[in-house]
T-cell receptor, first 112, second 111 residues
């Protein structure tokens, strides 16, 4: 059982749909992250939250909207996505911002 | 700009054939270098953190080393279950909290 849980594991959505990805960490960490992993590309950092405050937005399009209600939960709200947004979306957490991050199993998103 | 390059992109080994994976990095003020293992369709699994040149960490058949310009992940007598993609990432002083990843090395170990 991983310390970082993501739901759903798989998601297929149309370009006009609205959906949300959920992440929960059971490690007592203070920082949480969203990463995007596309085929043949390095992991791309999307958002960073430290003590529930967003500290990084890596030029992510507004069709991706993060929410961090507390230090244990992180959401990624999706709306009007494009087919090129299809990827594996990974959530991670760390005790502090410069320490090792622990990842969830990811959500495989397909936009049709 | 902080950058990480991993080589080779893919590596095929016979069971028991030792080898090394390379991670070259350019970073302003290294705060930490991290190695992860990723199996297909799963999230990366943390392996090691290295903080300063000369540091070494070991776990079973894996050993990670660090110099001022690169890190190596040595795999001794690999087994088929070591097959995975190995990712390297760095955090620098100019990008605190931001892991910069390389593209990974996909390792296949044949029995």
């Amino acid at each position: 059982e991983t310390g970082v849980t993501q739901t759903p594991r798989h998601l297929v959505m149309g370009m006009t749909n609205k959906k949300s990805l959920k992440c929960e960490q059971h490690l007592g960490h203070n920082a949480m992250y969203w990463y995007k992993q596309s085929a043949k590309k390095p992991l791309e950092l999307m958002f960073v939250y430290n003590f529930k405050e967003q500290t990084e937005n890596n030029s992510v399009p507004s069709r991706f909207s993060p929410e961090c209600p507390n230090s244990s939960h992180l959401f990624l709200h999706l709306h009007t996505l494009q087919p090129e947004d299809s990827a594996l979306y990974l959530c991670a957490s760390s005790q502090e911002r410069n320490t090792e991050a622990f990842f969830g199993q990811g959500t495989r998103l397909t936009v049709v | 700009e902080d950058q990480v390059t991993q080589s080779p992109e893919a590596l095929r080994l016979q069971e028991g054939e030792s080898s090394s994976l390379n991670c070259s990095y350019t970073v302003s003020g290294l705060r930490g270098l991290f190695w992860y293992r990723q199996d297909p369709g799963k999230g990366p699994e943390f392996l090691f953190t290295l903080y300063s040149a000369g540091e070494e960490k070991e776990k079973e058949r894996l050993k990670a080393t660090l110099t001022k310009k690169e890190s190596f992940l040595h795999i001794t007598a690999p087994k088929p279950e070591d097959s995975a993609t190995y990712l390297c990432a760095v955090v620098g002083s100019s990008n605190t909290g931001k892991l910069i990843f390389g593209q990974g090395t996909t390792l296949q170990v044949k029995p």
